[in-house]
């Protein structure tokens, strides 16, 4: 009787671990269950513009974070026939994620140039849709494109000296997204507007002062559907000498002119004697503000907005220092640091008024680190003028100024040791000589001449 009492009281305790146990299981089960039935459809990438050239390979991304994929089909409807190009159905090692390398056999689908659309569907593995999957689709209205863009380069002689500038003209055969120039590193947009045909373009260009003879330039563009066409052009280069000179860096300079100059004192700038000041200036202040003027360039205006005439020097005013000069500096007899000299120097009274070389937008004024107060003007087509080292500015910024106006006046802000005017000219990010553009001769022949002989065969 009390061995019945026992038995009776065990099989009580264990109903509520039996029914746990049983709920636990019910709930599992169910959970998996409904997860099968997720209501997230697959994601689908592809990049498909307006047109497209199927045969370049290019890469179509499906992603599924729940049930995985279970089917992805690929269809081009082109005249009222469809093309089957792509089916997968994953049965086994489901995938969450596709990275599906892609290109088209156009002989083998029958598939021409012109218009199209390209369907792509991709299903997951979830029960929804009677077991079929969630789906999504995606269409591109598209224009099959395979054929490469035609060059034809208009102007016929291109002479260009290291650190100099010139133009080249060229006609399309249809519209092109990108395409200009190639020298070297460097990459010159073409610009339109200046014929009446608007498939005929002209680009700046420029040819860095320590590029070799052997630098490569050729006309580059690439259509909508990425088709790219190169066409080489005739070209010399013409070699340049440029001079070297020694620069005393005194006591009395450093005393004078690094206060002027904030050093973060992460860079260390609080322990630093008044000469490693000037080096670590010469040298990191200089290229941040070379990357700060390389930033400006890149909104370049594509219009001409210079009037084809030569540009303005500084009146009155003696050469101090020449274009690309290599400056070697010395303290105590003893070499502390060597750069170039992007620009001419030019002296004349204390606060000479100084003129917009040439007509053009305002793009930047004000503090400008090594150069003091600066203002830069964009004169379309990639053609900057620059002028530093001024004691007053009296534009601004967004301003238009015609060629002759008044923006500041001479000045020894910046690293300068006495007032005077350092004046640059950039084609895009390339520094470049600005006695070419102080010669009228030289405009003339080199740019002017060339639109004007393209203009007379553009009718």
């Not at 620069?247 to 992460?266: N, Y």
């Not at 087509?381 to 060629?403: D, E, N, P, R």
């Not at 923006?407 to 000219?425: N, Q, V």
């Amino acid at each position: 009787m009390r061995l019945h009492k026992q038995k009776r009281s065990s099989s009580i305790h264990l109903l509520p671990v039996i029914l746990v146990l049983v709920i636990g299981v019910l709930a599992f089960g169910g959970y998996k269950f409904l997860s099968h039935f997720e209501g997230e459809a697959p994601v689908v990438d592809a990049a498909i513009g307006a047109a497209w050239n199927p045969t370049r390979e290019f890469t179509i991304h499906v992603t599924d974070r729940k049930s995985g994929i279970r089917r992805v089909q690929i269809v081009l409807t082109q005249q009222g026939r469809d093309a089957q190009l792509f089916d997968q159905l994953f049965e086994k090692n489901i995938p969450h994620r596709l990275d599906l390398p892609f290109k088209v056999d156009l002989r083998r689908h029958r598939i021409s140039e012109g218009p199209a659309t390209l369907v792509i569907t991709a299903r997951d593995m979830s029960w929804r849709g009677w077991f079929h999957g969630n789906k999504t689709e995606i269409r591109f209205d598209t224009v099959i494109d395979t054929r490469a863009p035609r060059l034809t380069v208009l102007t016929r002689f291109h002479n260009i000296s290291q650190g100099g500038a010139g133009l080249v003209v060229y006609q399309l055969s249809k519209p092109c997204p990108r395409h200009g120039v190639q020298v070297g590193e460097h990459f010159f947009h073409g610009t339109e507007g200046l014929f009446k045909n608007p498939l005929i373009m002209a680009a700046m260009i420029a040819l860095d002062y320590k590029a070799g003879t052997g630098t490569e330039m050729v006309v580059t563009a690439t259509d909508a559907a990425g088709n790219t066409a190169r066409s080489p052009f005739p070209y010399h280069i013409l070699r340049k000498a440029f001079r070297r000179e020694t620069i005393p860096i005194t006591d009395a300079f450093l005393k004078q002119k690094m206060p002027e100059f904030r050093i973060d004192p992460a860079s260390g700038g609080s322990d630093m004697s008044l000469l490693d000041k000037f080096i670590f200036i010469n040298q990191q202040q200089r290229e941040t503000d070379s990357q700060r003027l390389n930033s400006l360039t890149n909104k370049q205006s594509p219009a001409m907005l210079w009037d084809g005439t030569v540009f303005l020097r500084l009146p009155n005013a003696a050469p101090k220092a020449g274009f690309a000069d290599h400056r070697i500096y010395l303290y105590n007899g003893r070499v502390i640091d060597e750069q170039d000299h992007m620009g001419v120097d030019l002296a004349s009274l204390r606060q000479s008024p100084v003129p917009a070389a040439n007509t053009g937008v305002v793009v930047e004024t004000g503090p400008f680190g090594i150069y003091g107060n600066t203002v830069m003007i964009d004169h379309g087509m990639g053609l900057f003028s620059f002028y530093a080292h001024l004691s007053t500015i009296v534009v601004q910024k967004g301003q238009k100024v015609t060629k002759g106006d008044l923006i500041g006046t001479t000045g020894a802000t910046g690293m300068a040791a006495g007032d005077h005017l350092h004046f640059a000219m950039t084609v895009g990010d390339v520094f470049v000589n600005p006695i070419e553009w102080w010669d009228e001769s030289w405009i003339q022949h080199n740019i002017t001449d060339k639109i004007q002989d393209v203009r007379t065969i553009d009718k």
